[in-house]
């Protein structure tokens, strides 16, 4: 049975940081293609970053670029995002989504169907 867990949200002041992690069980991620979504109440849920198979392509979201960072560690099973310089506006739970699709290519941002699993979500609230 596959399982994604995330973890690492909670609350931070306007400027800080957070590294949220993914975890998967039931299946080898290294296999998969990972992305981060965020969603809010009333809202579709927006792609933020993907990160391709082996780790060597990625794409980002305009309103993060430069603050935050995919990364995966297949060898155990693991992907993160590290997020710098939060803002109010990165209020979301934060899903990680995992995509069967070819090693060389990136996931797009855009449609949250087109990936298999997903984890329950971790709450990063951005407050002063």
């Known amino acids: 049975q596959v399982q994604i867990v995330e973890s690492g949200g909670g609350l931070v002041q306007p400027g800080g940081s957070l590294r949220l992690s993914c975890e998967a069980s039931?299946?080898?991620?290294?296999?998969?293609?990972t992305a981060w979504f965020r969603q809010t109440p009333g809202k579709d849920r927006e792609g933020v970053a993907s990160?391709?198979?082996?780790?060597?392509?990625?794409r980002y979201a305009g309103s993060i670029k430069g603050r935050f960072t995919i990364s995966r560690d297949n060898t155990v099973n693991t992907a993160h995002l590290q997020m710098n310089s939060l803002e109010p506006e990165d209020t979301a739970v934060y899903y990680c989504?995992?995509?069967?699709?070819?090693?060389?290519?990136?996931?797009?941002?855009?449609?949250?169907?087109?990936?298999?699993?997903w984890g329950q979500g971790t709450q990063v609230t951005v407050s002063s």
């Open positions: 039931g299946i080898t991620l290294g296999d998969y293609a």
């Open positions: 989504g995992i995509q069967m699709m070819s090693p060389t290519m990136t996931p797009s941002l855009h449609d949250p169907r087109a990936y298999n699993w």
């Open positions: 990160i391709s198979q082996r780790g060597d392509n990625y």
